[in-house]
């Protein structure tokens, strides 16, 4: 079975912290995403990669950015959170062309 | 950019009932999913069917692929059936989520 896990389920950080979300896939996948959730506005691509060391910007990447060192690991870096990063924040990862396996997600709250 | 709808927003059936879930979508598609977005949030992959019918329980689903909808039916529910159900469409190398249906079975 495919297995995403992310580093925290729920996160409390200040206003202007760096905050560092982490997401580590099992699969060998090629492709890795970070989406955001929130009420009326749906799931919203932030960041992508499609390879070590490589990012896409996605539909709302202002105010993050992203690491891929490894393969199996990407990172999603709020450099300076603010109360509107506060959101539901989901890892998926897949092989080019074919379905996408979600992490559990994280709930950041940022104060 | 592509647009996917999906219908009703919410539903509540009473446990044992029958529903059938629709996504619309405005352009082709190279790939589509369907999921179940659990109480704890997680996103719980459901179907991965770009055409076709697939089957697992008594859940199935319908896509297809030259009018643009696929449908989700979920047979005799269960309360575990709650949730939100995405429909999600990949133009190319990216997925665009619909806004989700609501689904509640009551006892």
């Known amino acids: 079975d495919v297995k995403v896990t992310q580093s925290s389920r729920y996160l409390v950080k200040r206003t202007g912290e760096k905050v560092f979300l982490e997401c580590v896939q099992d699969?060998?996948?090629?492709?890795m995403f970070w989406y955001r959730q929130d009420p009326g506005l749906g799931l919203r691509l932030i960041y992508f990669?499609?390879?070590?060391?490589?990012?896409e910007k996605g539909d709302i990447p202002e105010g993050y950015s992203v690491s891929r060192e490894k393969k199996e690991r990407f990172s999603l870096i709020l450099e300076s959170a603010s109360t509107n990063q506060t959101s539901m924040y989901l890892c998926a990862s897949s092989l080019l062309g074919y379905e996408q396996y979600f992490g559990p997600g994280t709930r950041l709250t940022v104060t | 950019g592509i647009q996917v709808e999906q219908s009703p927003p919410d539903l509540i059936l009473q446990e044992g009932a029958n529903s059938t879930l629709r996504c619309n979508f405005s352009d082709s598609v190279n790939n589509l999913q369907w999921f179940h977005q659990n109480p704890w949030g997680q996103l719980i992959n459901l179907f991965y069917i770009p055409s076709g019918t697939k089957q697992n329980g008594r859940l199935s689903a319908t896509t297809v692929a030259t009018e643009r909808y696929s449908l989700l039916y979920i047979s005799s529910s269960q309360t575990t059936d709650s949730g939100v159900y995405f429909c999600a469409v990949d133009p190319g190398g990216k997925l665009i989520f619909g806004q989700g249906t609501t689904l509640q079975v009551k006892p």
């Open positions: 699969m060998d996948h090629e492709n």
């Open positions: 990669s499609y390879d070590v060391k490589m990012k």
